[in-house]
């Protein structure tokens, strides 16, 4: 009897946790926040919803953290494609789920 109550709590625990793809690309400890976006494409039935996030920055600071949150917490996939963290520039790709729309905030550090 204990030992189904304890799989049961397990399979609770499992069903519970989101499986989200955050981007979480090097560190926001102690650095300064300079780029924030929200990004968001409604879905489209059948059809994966891709957006490209340019970051560049006049000034030249190199960029010490890149942080993608899939706010819906859906199977989206964040990607840097060129640039990112040691380069003063940025290109994330947010590709969604078949049929699914895209709501991520996107963070860069330097």
């Known amino acids: 009897m204990k030992t ?3 799989l049961l709590v397990v399979a609770l625990s499992c069903i519970c946790v989101s ?10 400890f102690n650095n300064r ?12 039935p059948l059809k994966k919803r891709v957006k490209e996030v340019f970051f560049s920055d006049p000034a030249q600071q190199i960029i010490k953290g890149i942080i993608a949150r899939d706010l819906d917490h859906t199977e989206a996939i964040a990607t840097v494609t060129a640039g ?10 947010l590709k969604s789920e078949r049929g699914s729309g895209l709501n991520y905030q996107i963070e860069v550090y330097v």
């Open 4 to 6: 189904a109550a304890v």
């Open 19 to 28: 499986e989200s793809k955050d981007l979480i690309i090097g560190t926001s």
């Open 33 to 44: 926040l300079i780029f924030q976006e929200k990004a968001e494409y409604n879905a489209i």
């Open 84 to 93: 990112g963290v040691g380069f003063s520039y940025a290109n994330i790709r």
